[in-house]
């Protein structure tokens, strides 16, 4: 079982930035595939960008996000620049051991969530 926690959300400014964290239990290295999802407000939960052996990114967000791990420090970041508010939502980060190849960015390839941290951009 894996633990994920949040944390980096916040309120900013349309064209600022963030960088959203989020640390799991145990070590995730390689074994797991992790992903960024969000969920605004009154809709579905929605993949962002997923990690793996490559990066995998949601149209809306290519050239302004970026997924990143630190397998040291049981780390999974997303550095959000050039924020708009149709960014604004619930963000959380999510961990499989096997993810269908095909959609990486589906919420039901995933099976540990954390808790989730606001974005809100204004």
């Known amino acids: 079982h894996v633990q994920l926690v949040e944390s980096g959300g916040g309120s900013v400014q349309a064209g600022g930035s963030l960088t959203l964290s989020c640390v799991a239990s145990k070590y995730i290295g390689n074994e797991y595939s992790l992903a960024w999802f969000c969920q605004p407000p009154g809709r579905e939960r929605e993949g962002v960008a997923s990690i793996c052996s490559i990066a995998v990114y949601a149209d809306s967000v290519k050239g302004r996000f970026t997924i990143s791990q630190n397998t040291a420090k049981n780390t999974l970041y997303l550095q959000m620049n050039s924020l708009e508010p149709e960014d604004t939502a619930m963000y959380y980060c999510?961990?499989?051991?096997?993810?269908?190849?095909?959609?990486?960015?589906?919420?039901?390839?995933?099976?540990?969530w954390g808790q989730g941290t606001q974005v809100t951009v204004s």
């Open positions: 999510a961990a499989a051991r096997t993810v269908y190849a095909g959609d990486v960015l589906g919420k039901n390839q995933y099976e540990y």
